[in-house]
């Protein structure tokens, strides 16, 4: 269908509405215009050109005395045409037409606006009309056609297009994948042991190249964003194989050239390593079974695909397979060298990816929540899902990220660590962005300290019960931490990550500028229990790291004492979270209903502070608590379930006194509580 670009204005203008150049300037002009006319004036005097799909530019002019200017073009084949007129110094327009002169598409911009055509047209004969609208122009009229390759490939293994035994001599297909044809799937073979190489060019959109072997298992593949090039290079043994096209976005024609030498072996006095295979291990936390993959201290190259329920781990050549029904979580450490770690689309648990050492290629596409961290180390490629990957980079990295992982906080581009103690890079308690487990200083009033090594930081995701207020007054931060919790937790999980080495960084704000805290996980504890903040029956210690962090980056004196007492504005803004603060008291019922249940139905979260000495509500003085929700009645009767970050009630209440939940009127609201803060961005 060809695509009329006139459609983008509702009407054209009227001739009244249209400047008219006066009779010196179009003087003026006519005498810079083109002295030959090669474009014929009728059908029958049409120039004749040929199109490519490399465009071609034709330059010649019309006005008054030349009010038509023909071109004539046929194709051989189905083509995706397009056509531009450019370079006008005055109106003038252009018409696709038939072979019989029948009008096909239009394109009638104002003034000296672009003219465009551009849609697919089928084999035959068609012909270009240039016209002017008023005045006199030169143009430049550029067009090309690029043929729509015949869909020879079968798009599964059986219908597969057979390329036959490959050899040195390249072979090479031309190709398309698109929204309509997604999928080509090639068979060829290999008659002795050798290399393969397999190359995928001349993309106009992103495709990927997999390759696998007669059993429909992935050997490996090239995942590169955007238009670059993908390649495969690999030894494999005599066999039948499958090489596959596959569509990631966009449509594109593509060539695919596929060569293989043999390899003979050269007898050698020293023998040849074994490629060291990964070190994987599930691991039980408190929350879910985490399975670790951890490389060597060379270059490694690990891809993880899924099918089905079975996980298929290939690292250094070895493939493993692993029940993915029993994984709540894939944790892949690259470690020394120069490593290529994939994270196939097929795979559907949450993951992180870490780089380590070395200059790393990343690249996390599963469906889950996806983490790629790669602080530290050499200079890293990043590429995510383009859907909910958190990275977390330094400087020296290439991050891939998209406008929505900006939009959304995804992106953290830690330059260099908080430094709460000292800027010597040289002292033990300088906080390095080389994540080798160090062991930082903690807040000076931590005390004796415990390090859990069953813990997840978010588990699957974090929960309100993950809150539970300990010997510190800090209610105000944790019932803010506890009200992102309920409502925000994909904003939550932005403010944390686990760095993979024990340690922890929090990104907070400071006068609009992110911060980063580095902490490890050394808790304050009274023997085999946490001090302050205490962990729920999950076990994840998300609140308690994020407590610590903010011990460090609230005040210069760097303790848990100093954060005692607070607004949940000020935690609110400390995490660059727009807020929104009214007192209750002086708030009418209605209009502070309204503002609650907007903020919790916007995925907000929301506070509330009691006053010094409350009466005849379920609540503690002087203490802030969590909206978890705000209902009215039929007959306009308001209640609000708020949560105690004790994780107690606190205060007798109808329900379970051991939950935190306690239900207040609108009422009991308005008498005992003096502030009311959400989240209003």
Request: hydrophobic residues 35%; aromatic residues 8%; proline residues 3%.
């Amino acid at each position: 269908m060809i695509r009329n670009l006139l459609s983008r204005f509702s009407r054209r203008p009227s001739r009244a509405s249209r400047s008219t150049p006066s009779c010196l300037l179009e003087s003026l002009e006519s005498r810079t215009l083109l002295s030959a006319d090669l474009a014929g004036n009728t059908l029958a005097t049409a120039r004749a050109v040929s199109l490519t799909a490399t465009a071609t530019t034709f330059a010649d002019s019309v006005g008054s005395t030349d009010t038509n200017d023909y071109y004539s073009f046929t194709l051989v084949s189905k083509s995706n045409f397009s056509l531009a007129l450019t370079g006008l110094s005055a109106d003038a327009d252009v018409q696709l037409l038939s072979s019989t002169g029948a009008h096909l598409a239009t394109s009638q911009r104002p003034g000296t606006s672009t003219e465009a055509i551009a849609g697919t047209l089928n084999a035959g004969s068609y012909y270009i009309r240039v016209y002017p609208y008023s005045g006199t122009t030169n143009y430049n009229l550029t067009v090309s056609a690029a043929p729509i390759i015949a869909d020879t490939a079968g798009s599964t293994r059986t219908a597969a297009r057979d390329l036959g035994t490959l050899s040195a001599t390249a072979t090479t297909v031309t190709e398309y994948v698109g929204s309509d044809d997604p999928t080509d799937v090639f068979k060829f073979t290999l008659a002795s042991d050798g290399k393969v190489s397999l190359g995928l060019t001349n993309l106009a959109a992103d495709a990927d190249l997999r390759l696998y072997d007669s059993t429909d298992a992935l050997i490996t593949s090239s995942l590169n964003s955007g238009t670059t090039a993908e390649s495969i290079t690999t030894s494999l043994i005599a066999g039948t194989y499958y090489a596959q096209v596959s569509r990631y976005s966009g449509n594109t024609t593509y060539s695919l050239t596929l060569s293989a030498t043999s390899t003979t072996p050269t007898p050698d006095p020293f023998p040849t390593p074994t490629p060291t295979a990964a070190t994987i291990v599930a691991r039980t936390l408190t929350s879910l079974t985490e399975l670790d993959i951890t490389g060597s201290t060379g270059n490694d190259t690990i891809l993880v695909t899924q099918s089905g329920s079975t996980l298929s781990i290939t690292a250094n050549g070895r493939v493993t397979t692993y029940g993915a029904s029993s994984i709540g979580e894939l944790a892949i450490w690259g470690g020394d060298g120069n490593d290529t770690i994939t994270v196939d689309s097929s795979v559907t648990l949450n993951t992180r990816i870490y780089g380590g050492a070395g200059s790393d290629t990343l690249t996390d596409r599963t469906t889950g929540r996806a983490t790629i961290v790669a602080i530290g180390g050499g200079a890293d490629t990043l590429t995510g899902n383009g859907t909910n990957t958190s990275f977390w980079f330094d400087s020296t990295d290439t991050a891939n990220t998209t406008t929505a992982d900006v939009s959304a906080g995804r992106v953290h581009r830690v330059s260099s660590f908080y430094q709460p103690y000292t800027t010597n890079t040289s002292s033990s308690s300088y906080v390095s962005l080389e994540l080798n487990g160090q062991n930082l200083t903690d807040p000076s009033d931590s005390g004796t300290t415990i390090r859990f090594t069953n813990r997840s930081l978010w588990g699957t995701s974090p929960t309100t019960s993950d809150v539970n207020q300990g010997n510190l007054g800090d209610c105000y931060l944790l019932a803010t931490l506890d009200g992102l919790a309920n409502n925000s937790t994909a904003r939550l999980m932005e403010t944390a990550v686990d760095l993979g080495d024990g340690t922890y960084a929090v990104q907070f704000f400071r006068n609009g500028v992110a911060t980063y805290v580095r902490v490890d996980g050394d808790f304050a504890s009274t023997g085999s229990a946490l001090e302050y903040n205490a962990t729920g029956t999950s076990g994840n210690i998300w609140a308690s790291v994020i407590e610590k962090a903010y011990a460090v980056f609230a005040t210069s004196s760097h303790t848990y004492a100093a954060i005692e007492g607070g607004l949940m504005s000020t935690v609110f803004t400390a995490l660059g979270i727009a807020n929104t603060t009214v007192n209750p008291a002086t708030t009418a019922a209605a209009t502070l209903y309204t503002y609650i249940s907007t903020a919790l139905t916007a995925g907000h979260a929301v506070t509330l502070g009691t006053i010094a000495r409350p009466t005849n509500a379920p609540v503690v003085g002087g203490h802030a608590y969590t909206v978890i929700s705000a209902s009215r009645d039929a007959y306009g009767n308001i209640t609000y379930v708020v949560r105690n970050p004790w994780g107690i009630d606190g205060a007798a209440n109808a329900s379970n006194l051991n939950d935190g939940l306690v239900t207040i009127t609108a009422a009991q609201l308005t008498a005992n509580f003096d502030l009311a803060t959400w989240a209003s961005a």
